[in-house]
């Protein structure tokens, strides 16, 4: 089973700021990656599909990159509605996978 | 707009059945999947299994294969979680999402979610 792992756990940062969220896979998955945001009580949403396609009615300052093990999740310009948990999810391998979470907190 | 609408929350005793419900509206429905995902409580997402709303063929995770069942009624463009013997540790938010047709690969569009608590 492909392992994934998120860094960091948390992070804190202010409006305005850009942030970078890693995913790593234990093994290679070409670009089988997304990213998913949940805010509490709330079903997670998806962000970017396919390691860096925006998901329709995303803010274009959400963005993916990475291919093969090492994936990213940058947001520029941090809006106050962005903090939230963010969750990678491959589907290379079954069952699909979760990295567990990277909650964006304010400072 | 797409939507998915889950039943409501539950309380059930250990080795109980529940069955969990999520209605979809406005998109075909036997041109996607439903997948279910889990979260229990303050932890992170756990991925239960896929069906085809085409042809109702299924994945399941290995750890839920002798418990679940999921089913879909494409005359309601509905979709059914049924997951028996119920243990404490199965108390959990329980999401349906859409999914793919062929294959799980996105979750573009989530249910509520149903709170199933297993209590005795």
Redo the contacts between chains.
């Keep these: 089973d492909i392992q994934m792992t998120q860094s960091p756990s948390s992070l804190s940062a202010s409006v305005g700021d850009s942030v970078t969220i890693t995913c790593r896979a234990s093994q290679s998955m070409s670009s089988?990656l997304?990213w998913?945001q949940?805010k509490p009580g709330k079903?997670?949403?998806?962000l970017i599909?396919?390691s860096h396609s925006l998901?329709s009615g995303v803010p274009s300052r959400f963005s993916g990159r990475g291919s093969g093990t090492d994936f990213t999740l940058t947001i520029s310009s941090l809006q106050p509605e962005d903090f939230a948990t963010y969750?990678c999810?491959e589907?290379y391998s079954?069952?699909?996978?979760?990295?567990?979470?990277t909650k964006l907190e304010i400072k | 707009q797409v939507q998915l609408v889950q039943s409501g929350a539950e309380m059930k005793k250990p080795g109980a059945s529940v069955k969990v419900s999520c209605k979809t509206f406005n998109y075909t429905f036997n041109n996607w999947g439903v997948s279910w995902?889990r979260q229990a409580p303050g932890q992170?997402?756990?991925?239960m299994g896929w069906i085809s709303g085409y042809n109702g063929n299924t994945?399941y995770?290995?750890k839920f294969q002798d418990r679940v069942t999921l089913t879909t009624d494409t005359s309601t463009s509905t979709a059914y979680l049924d997951l028996r013997s119920l243990r404490p540790d199965d108390t959990a938010m329980y999401?349906c999402?859409r999914d793919q047709k062929y294959s799980?690969?996105?979750?573009?569009?989530?249910?509520?979610?149903t709170l199933v608590t297993v209590s005795s």
């Design positions: 089988f997304n998913y949940q079903a997670p949403k998806l599909y396919a998901h969750y999810q589907y079954s069952p699909p996978r979760f990295g567990q979470g | 995902v992170g997402l756990e991925w994945k995770a290995h999401y999402a799980t690969n996105w979750f573009d569009y989530w249910g509520q979610g």
